[in-house]
């Protein structure tokens, strides 16, 4: 069943985005990430809706979804026109919270706890090469567009 509703931008916006959650590269996703980047998304699902979208979209029955199947569970929730603006909008939400005093900055640690949250099976010294590469300028801080740029991938 081909996604003909979602653009080549959508696309890449869920290809980077199940890459940066698919921490350990083995092309697939847990249950409790898929929760994770739901509510990114703005559909925050129940645990029992967590286990039919399981079980309507874990065709082979590893449980874990796949990148195949998470597009067609994708889909179905991403509107054809939600674009970068939007997902970037959706983002800066999730930055807002951890940057409470509104400096344009989290500290790093923040940023550790944002990546421990989204899976917390990271090992401590994947987090600090993320941390590192992702702060490159050693400020112990992180911008808004480092942040973009590890939960979304580079853009073109």
């Known amino acids: 069943m081909e996604n003909a509703e979602l653009s080549k931008d959508q696309m890449k916006i869920l290809k980077d985005a199940f890459d940066a959650f ?3 590269k083995k092309g697939s996703i847990s249950l409790e990430v898929i929760g994770t980047i739901m509510d990114l998304l703005g559909y925050a699902l129940s645990e029992e809706e967590l286990k039919e979208v399981m079980e309507d979209y ?23 026109e939600e674009d970068y603006d939007v997902l970037r909008a959706e983002l800066r939400e999730v930055f807002m919270l951890y940057d409470k005093d509104g400096t344009g900055f989290i500290p790093v640690n923040a940023f550790k706890q944002i990546l421990r949250e989204l899976d917390g099976a990271v090992p401590e010294n994947e987090l600090d090469d993320i941390v590192d590469e992702i702060d490159a300028d050693g400020s112990g801080t992180v911008d808004f567009e480092e942040f973009m740029q590890v939960m979304t991938g580079p853009q073109d």
Do not use: C, M, R
């Open 22 to 24: 698919d921490i350990e």
């Open 58 to 80: 874990d065709e082979d029955e590893s449980g874990q979804i796949e990148f195949e199947e998470f597009i067609e569970l994708a889909s179905n929730y991403v509107e054809p």
